[in-house]
Nanobody
Framework: QVQLVESGGGSVQAGGSLRLSCAAS????????MGWFRQVPHKAREGVAA???????SYADSVKGRFTISRDNAKNTLYLQMNSLKPEDTAMYYC??????????????????????WGQGTQVTVSS
């Protein structure tokens, strides 16, 4: 049974940093691609960053240069380092996973419909 558990969310002032973690279990983690998404009430879920099983990464323009996605295959854990946080980064953050057997290219890696499994989310609040 696939399980994804996010942690590391919290409240921070603008300009601050947070590191989110996503602990994965129940599947062959190193063979799956991973992504981070975020959602605010009454809006669609937005892709933030993605990392393939081979380590290649993709980012939304809104976070490029500020956020870094990484993975530790030995620990079955996905990370999102968030620096220079802005109030507009406030959202619930989710990690997700999909089999790397299906090839996805470019910004399509940031579409929620290509992901199969989701965590429960962790809240990030950035105050001005």
């Amino acid at each position: 049974q696939v399980q994804l558990v996010e942690s590391g969310g919290g409240s921070v002032q603008a300009g601050g940093s947070l590191r989110l973690s996503c602990a994965a279990s129940g599947y062959s983690y190193r063979s799956y691609d991973m992504g981070w998404f975020r959602q605010v009430p009454h809006k669609a879920r937005e892709g933030v960053a993605a990392i393939d099983s081979d380590g290649s990464t993709s980012y939304a323009d809104s976070v490029k240069g500020r956020f870094t996605i990484s993975r530790d295959n030995a620990k079955n854990t996905l990370y999102l380092q968030m620096n220079s946080l802005k109030p507009e980064d406030t959202a619930m953050y989710y990690c997700a996973t999909r089999s790397s057997a299906r090839k996805i290219y470019g910004l399509a890696k940031l579409l929620e419909e290509v992901y199969q499994y989701w965590g429960q989310g962790t809240q990030v609040t950035v105050s001005s």
